[in-house]
């Protein structure tokens, strides 16, 4: 029997897990990323946006509480590997390449790691799509119901 597969999730799908709303469990009840015994991945970056994204909306402490609980079911990736710092490398100047020179330098990061790492990366926005099949495995999840509305093949 095959393991289930690796997912590194990106920032937005952490946030809507924290938020225990519509989004997060929807994702949870289709890929079960809390009950698996493959934790999920998120990249060290994923921790820092996610915890800015909580004060500058000025979550309460009880919110916060709960988006670092959430951060703590999830292995994070240093970035600071030298694999992922030339994947890094390889995916800014392919997406410079193609005309997506403004992808952000966090979202590239987290490219890397799921790259490097061979995991099918989690998201609800479209700053990966031009990477998907040719660089990494993708999901996308709509960020209204928490449906699948992309999976790579």
Same mark, same amino acid.
């Given at each position: 029997?095959? !393991?289930?597969? #690796?997912? %590194? #999730?990106?920032?937005? /799908? @952490? /946030?809507? *897990?924290?938020?225990?709303?519509? @989004?997060?469990?929807? @994702?949870?009840? &289709?890929?079960? %990323?809390? +009950?698996? !015994? *493959?934790?999920p991945l /998120?990249? @060290?970056? +994923?921790?820092?946006?996610? #915890?800015?994204?909580a004060r500058k909306r000025s979550w309460g402490a009880g919110k916060i509480a709960a988006? $670092?609980?959430i951060l703590a079911q999830f292995v994070a990736v240093d970035i600071s590997d030298p694999q992922i710092i030339e994947a890094y490398a390889d995916l800014d100047a392919h997406s410079k390449s193609i005309g997506r &020179? $403004?992808?952000? $330098?966090?979202? %590239?990061? /987290?490219?890397?790691v799921a790259q490097v790492s061979e995991a099918t990366l989690m998201t609800t926005d479209g700053d990966f799509d031009h990477l998907a099949e040719s660089h990494l495995q993708l999901i996308r999840i709509d960020q209204n119901t928490g449906a699948t509305l992309y999976k790579s093949p």
């Open positions: 029997m095959n !393991p289930p597969p #690796l997912y %590194l #999730l990106d920032t937005n /799908i @952490v /946030i809507h *897990y924290s938020r225990g709303q519509t @989004v997060g469990k929807q @994702v949870e009840a &289709d890929y079960s %990323l809390l +009950t698996t !015994p *493959y934790r /998120i990249c @060290v970056v +994923t921790q820092g946006e996610a #915890l800015a994204f988006l $670092k609980h &020179d $403004k992808m952000g $330098k966090n979202d %590239l990061r /987290i490219a890397a």
